[in-house]
């Protein structure tokens, strides 16, 4: 199996996102031979609806070339040194700590680093995202389900086609990544505290799909309201 994903070579092409299968890499010289570097792959979300932009660092270095606004991420997962690492993320006006946390990153893995919460309570929420298990299979997509809508007193219900897939995913779950069929489906998030939410979206097939549900209940502005958001992650190839 190869995974095609979207990632900066630290070393190569730190300039441009390019197209590679399960090899980040990262050289240094040594008496003139150029030796590889452990590196892994992670990508950062900011999913707190009242905090933007958003920064992370990691081992107290920047991490992405940009911050993030809310529903933003860093569009790929960019390289980062093996080994358990400190992972901050911050509001980048004002360099205030939001949250702190620890991950161990693993040389060729992939990881995700999710910043949830409201209201001066946060987390980063970091996953492996195991993508090298995934095999291609005919028909299918491969998608998971990321619950950041904070409430920590109902376990809402996904529901996908009518039945499909159905997963109870409390505030902070992160799936993992799923084999649905692939072409149009209808996404239904049931949930005691909010209406439920819906969506209609187009999986092709052996992509990779992480789908977000996010937002503020209690919030006014519809920009911040609960609401169905995905990004393609990549694709599997036999």
Partial sequence: MKLISNFRRLAFLAAGIVASSLILISC???????????????????????RS??????????????????????????PI????????????????TLAISNGSFRDSGYYSVFLMGMGGKYTNVVTEDRLDTLTAQSG??????????????????????AGEYMHAAGYRTVTGFTAINSGNVDLILNNEITTPLTRSI?????????????GNPAAIDTTLKPQIRFVQNGTVTP
């Fill in 28 to 50: 240094s010289k040594d008496n003139g031979d150029i030796v590889r570097q452990p590196v892994a792959g992670l990508m950062a979300y900011n999913l707190a609806s009242d």
């Fill in 53 to 78: 932009p958003v920064g992370f660092s990691i081992s107290g270095n920047a991490f992405g070339n940009a911050p993030l606004y809310y529903t933003n991420f860093t569009g790929g997962y960019l």
């Fill in 81 to 96: 040194y093996t080994g358990t690492r400190e992972l901050r993320s911050f509001d980048f006006n004002t360099g205030s």
């Fill in 140 to 161: 299918k997509s491969w998608v998971r389900f990321v619950n950041a809508i904070p409430d920590s007193t109902s376990t809402p219900v996904v529901n996908v086609n």
């Fill in 202 to 214: 187009t999986l092709e097939q052996n992509k990779v799909y992480t789908v977000m549900f996010i």
